[in-house]
């Protein structure tokens, strides 16, 4: 009798739903899990699944295996939908194993932090690999096609009526493994799922106690201060790792040359519980170096001949040149010995610099003969997340011997002045990867891995971060209690989730929290959130933030100021000028958003500050008003480029394209003298209309609505109308 009670229990447990197989959670818990797979890596790696759901459940979480032959990313999306709204066990989170569709979203590259390019162009290059489909319910999206050479991309274009701020409802990763590898795919995802049951059964203890930060070169102008930012930051997320109890390593990319093989010996450190990379990347690659620097003579020399061999032969191949040509071209140019030129033609030297070039950054190949050991690592990089590839950075780190269990990356390519550690302390309170990643993610942002994964709390607060975040995460009440915390990322955290939930007077609370808060990160996120208020709140705080001690405030406010466009903001800007000009990526920012202001205006305060300052030199300041004066003239010529219908279409649309990046808040009337106009090419009025949609920051933003609603009954071509609609969501959106 027991048996055929066992038998019908089990049947209750796993049954078929529109031909998916679905096995229900064994245990009862507030939230649940999903592992979604499909029907042939299930049958590969059973027993492997069924164990890694048990090490889930026996974490608290109620876990799903749901296993199907997936034809479209739709039957998914609806099942998590379905899922996440039950009433008794609502999906918190959810793992994409093995061969399952991979969205590939269109006109959605505002909601990327840097991708820009034209979507004439290759599909598969053009579009956006993003789970954001899956895990974002409030994106609404058109389906387009599925592509005829890869099986898994499906395309999507974003609806005009959908969100356009991201939202996302549960978190999710991947768990896919590497087409291109020591072993098979299958034989990867078993061996994964044993590493990952075995390391979360030994391990329970583990608390977060060794960090190693890396920096490649090139990275955020390979400032200084911004990398010193970074540390006292850190200190503040993670004070155990910071004290004699822990361990915190910071490497550079220039502390030696080449430095690859110290950051390979890092990830291999037995005990490393997170690395956090910051350089430049591609799907396959992590750049680390450069060519040596160094002032001496021999170095210069040899740099120069290196450049000089990776020029002249791609040179001498292209069409209609020679030889000679090259060699010739070379060395007029730089003016240097013709034998340095000849040079690049040497086999042997040829030979000794691939050897070279192999030494300066690490490949999937190299990581692949190693066994990572840092439990999380985190890579603030382009295209590392590249899960469509065939292989990709982020994924050889975990299917690989060694301990690694999770990693984060991106799709595609990503900014570099962004916040990539926000809310990283709270993993010392036992919070799940995929939570910290639904919290900091972008369009292109994924975990790749078990998203489960946490860290033993690494604190004598009985606080419940992954109940908190669930159970209670709309409860202003709760998270108002929580603002008393002595934990910076718990009050960081509690404010995000006020403002997510629109709690009352949440303008004025971000604005006297960042006043008061002795928390470097607790400041920023009141910047952050403001940023999304736009009102007269986060005007004033921008003023403030461009002096605050942390770099990267100081970083995003003048990158926010340009783009805000107000006057009021000029004599903040000009003291930076003035008095933070050796904060490197500081000058950068300041630099890439002079056309978004007044220029004449903004030289005026400069001049009238600097008239009261004791300055030993005058040098740099005239060169800063040099460098005004001719962004100035070059963005009036621009500007009168657009207007002028005697110039081709192809020059007046490129410039309007720059607007995507460059809102000139002082030229909104003037696109608007093009939208207005019906005798304007279609499709630069549209053009026109999605260049409007990137005033999100504007201090005229209000007044851009009123005039869309305005002109929008009249419109009558459907595809202007379009994205007017759609950038009248954009900029109502907080």
């Known amino acids: 009798m027991r048996k055929i009670f066992l038998q019908l229990l089990f049947c209750l447990c796993i049954y078929s739903m529109q031909g998916q197989t679905v096995i229900n959670p064994s245990v009862k818990t507030k939230t649940s899990f999903a592992i979604i797979v ?215 990319f220039d502390t030696y040359w080449p430095m690859k093989p110290y950051w390979l010996n890092e990830v291999l450190r037995p005990d490393l519980d997170v690395m956090l990379f910051h350089h430049h990347g591609s799907n396959d690659y992590q750049y680390i170096n450069g060519y040596k620097t160094g002032s001496d003579v021999n170095t210069s020399i040899e740099n120069i001949k290196l450049y000089l061999r990776s020029k002249v032969v791609s040179y001498a191949k ?152 669930t159970v209670h995460s709309k409860d202003n009440t709760f998270w108002t209690k929580a603002l008393s915390s002595t934990s910076p990322d718990i009050q960081a955290i509690a404010l995000h989730r006020l403002f997510d939930n629109n709690a009352a007077n949440i303008s004025e609370l971000l604005k006297k929290t960042y006043i008061k808060s002795p928390y470097m990160i607790v400041r920023l996120e009141c910047l952050i959130l403001l940023s999304q208020l736009d009102d007269d709140n986060f005007t004033e705080v921008l003023a403030l933030a461009t002096t605050d001690s942390y770099e990267l405030t100081r970083r995003l406010a003048l990158d926010f100021i340009p783009r805000n466009g107000s006057d009021k903001l000029l004599p903040a800007v000009a003291k930076a000028i003035l008095n933070d000009n050796t904060s490197e990526r500081i000058v950068f920012k300041i630099s890439s958003g002079l056309r978004m202001m007044d220029l004449d205006k903004l030289e005026v305060e400069i001049i009238k500050q600097s008239n009261s300052l004791p300055l030993y030199s005058r040098d740099n300041l005239e060169g800063i008003l040099k460098n005004i004066r001719s962004t100035n003239n070059s963005k009036k010529k621009d500007i009168a480029i657009i207007l002028d219908k005697s110039v081709k279409e192809k020059s007046r649309s490129l410039e309007i394209s720059r607007f995507r990046n460059n809102p000139v808040t002082e030229y909104v009337d003037t696109l608007f003298g093009v939208l207005d106009d019906i005798t304007y090419e279609p499709d630069l009025r549209l053009k026109t209309a999605e260049a409007l949609g990137w005033y999100n920051y504007s201090y005229r933003k209000n007044y851009i609505i009123e005039h869309l609603e305005k002109i929008m009954p009249q419109e009558k071509d459907a595809a202007v109308l379009h994205e007017i609609k759609k950038t009248i969501k954009r900029l109502s959106e907080k």
């Open 318 to 469: 292209k069409k209609g040149n020679t030889k000679e040509d090259a060699i010739e071209y070379y060395t007029n140019w730089l003016g240097v010995p013709r034998s340095w030129s000849e040079e690049a033609f040497d086999p042997e030297l040829q030979k000794k610099d691939s050897i070279m070039n192999l030494t300066l950054d690490i490949t999937v190949k190299d990581i692949l003969e190693i066994a990572p050991n840092a439990r999380f690592v985190m890579f603030d990089a382009c295209y590392n997340g590249s899960f469509y590839e065939d292989e990709y950075i982020a994924g050889a780190y975990i299917f690989n011997e060694g301990k690694t269990i999770v990693t984060q990356g991106n799709t595609v390519n990503t900014i570099q002045d962004k916040w990539p550690d926000r809310f990283l302390g709270l993993l010392n309170l036992g919070l799940r990867v995929g939570q910290w990643g639904k919290y900091t993610q972008y369009l292109e942002t994924h975990i790749i891995g078990d998203p489960t994964f946490h860290f033993a709390p690494n604190t004598s607060s009985q606080f419940d971060i992954n109940e908190a975040l």
């Open 38 to 252: 499909d029907s042939e890596s299930y049958n590969q790696a059973k027993t492997e699944l069924e164990a890694y759901k048990k090490v889930i459940e026996q974490d608290g979480l109620g876990t799903y295996i749901i296993y199907h032959a997936w034809t479209s990313p739709d039957q998914i999306r609806e099942l998590l939908v379905k899922l996440h709204s039950s009433r008794t066990q609502p999906l918190e989170g959810a793992v994409f194993v093995g061969d399952i569709p991979i969205p590939m979203l269109r006109d959605v590259q505002h909601l990327t932090t840097a991708f820009k390019m034209d979507q004439k162009r290759n599909w598969q290059q053009s579009s956006v690999p993003s789970d954001r489909f899956y895990d974002d319910f409030g994106l609404k999206f058109d389906f387009i096609k599925k592509d005829s050479v890869k099986p898994l991309y499906f395309y999507y274009s974003l609806k005009a009526e959908s969100n356009h701020t991201l939202r996302s409802n549960i978190y999710s990763a991947r768990i896919k493994p590497l087409e291109k590898s020591k072993t098979d795919k299958y034989t990867q995802l078993r061996n994964y799922l044993n590493k990952v049951v075995s390391v979360r059964t030994t391990e329970k203890n583990n608390i977060i106690d060794n960090i190693t930060v890396a920096r490649g070169h090139g990275y955020n102008s390979e400032s200084r201060v911004a990398w010193a930012g970074e540390q006292l930051a850190l200190r503040e997320q993670f004070p155990v790792a910071f004290n004699t109890r822990g361990n915190v390593k910071f490497m550079d």
